[in-house]
T-cell receptor, first 113, second 112 residues
Framework: DTAVSQTPKYLVTQMGNDKSIKCEQNLGHDTMYWYKQDSKKFLKIMFSYNNKELIINETVPNRFSPKSPDKAHLNLHINSLELGDSAVYFC????????????FGPGTRLTVL | AQSVTQLGSHVSVSEGALVLLRCNYSSSVPPYLFWYVQYPNQGLQLLLKYTTGATLVKGINGFEAEFKKSETSFHLTKPSAHMSDAAEYFCAVSDDGNQFYFGTGTSLTVIP
C-alpha cells in the first residue's frame, strides 16, 4: 500500500531517446509535483498540478512535458534526452496546494549515456 | 524571491551528542518553513513544519526547530543523536504554500 509510487526506479538510456516516468498516488490528494535532484543533491521543483491543472511550471526545457490523466497520476515525458538530464526525479503529492505536507515517491534515477 | 541557505553541507556528530543543522531563508512575506529528511535511496519525508503560531515546532524522531524571524532562521536540533539519524536533511521555504524552495541539503553523519 505504497502512498506515492514511481516507475521505473532506474532508467538508463542513450542521448536523443524519449522516455517517460510514471507516478501514482493512492492518498486521494489533489496536488502532485515533479522535482529534479541533481548530483549535488539540489532539489528543484519542475511542475505542479492541482486537480489535473498545471499550477507551477518552472523554467524547464519544453522537452519535458507532464501529463495528468487524472488527479491520482502525474507522468513525466522527456523528449530528446540530454546528458544534463541525468538526475533523480521525484514525484510528490499533497492534500491540496498550500502548506500541506508533501509526500514523496522513492525517486527515479535517470542516467543518460 | 525565496531562497534557502543551509550552512554546512556535511555535519558529523557523535552518538548522543547534540544535533544542530542550520537553515537561513530569505522571504518578503512571513514564510512557511519545513524540514525534510532523506534516507539513502528514498524520497523525502517531512520532519516538521512551521506555518503560524508557536515558533518552536516539534517534529518526529525527537527533532525540533525554532522559527526566529529576526534572524531569518529555522535551525533544526535534536538533543541526542542516534545512529539512525544519519541521513540528508533539507530545509524548505514557501511564501504561498504552492511554490517550495529547498536548500542544498546537509548530510548528517553520526559517529558511534
Amino acid at each position: 500500500d505504497t502512498a506515492v509510487s514511481q516507475t521505473p526506479k532506474y532508467l538508463v538510456t542513450q542521448m536523443g531517446n524519449d522516455k517517460s516516468i510514471k507516478c501514482e498516488q493512492n492518498l486521494g490528494h489533489d496536488t502532485m509535483y515533479w522535482y529534479k535532484q541533481d548530483s549535488k543533491k539540489f532539489l528543484k521543483i519542475m511542475f505542479s498540478y492541482n486537480n489535473k491543472e498545471l499550477i507551477i511550471n518552472e523554467t524547464v526545457p519544453n522537452r519535458f512535458s507532464p501529463k495528468s490523466p487524472d488527479k491520482a497520476h502525474l507522468n513525466l515525458h522527456i523528449n530528446s534526452l540530454e546528458l544534463g538530464d541525468s538526475a533523480v526525479y521525484f514525484c510528490a503529492s499533497s492534500q491540496s496546494a498550500g502548506t500541506n505536507e508533501q509526500f514523496f515517491g522513492p525517486g527515479t534515477r535517470l542516467t543518460v549515456l | 524571491a525565496q531562497s534557502v541557505t543551509q550552512l554546512g553541507s556535511h555535519v558529523s556528530v557523535s552518538e548522543g551528542a547534540l544535533v544542530l543543522l542550520r537553515c537561513n531563508y530569505s522571504s518578503s512575506v512571513p514564510p512557511y518553513l519545513f524540514w525534510y529528511v532523506q534516507y539513502p535511496n528514498q524520497g523525502l519525508q517531512l520532519l516538521l513544519k512551521y506555518t503560524t503560531g508557536a515558533t518552536l515546532v516539534k517534529g518526529i524522531n525527537g527533532f525540533e526547530a525554532e522559527f526566529k524571524k529576526s534572524e531569518t532562521s529555522f535551525h533544526l536540533t535534536k538533543p541526542s543523536a542516534h545512529m539512525s539519524d544519519a541521513a540528508e536533511y533539507f530545509c524548505a521555504v514557501s511564501d504561498d504554500g504552492n511554490q517550495f524552495y529547498f536548500g542544498t541539503g546537509t548530510s548528517l553523519t553520526v559517529i558511534p
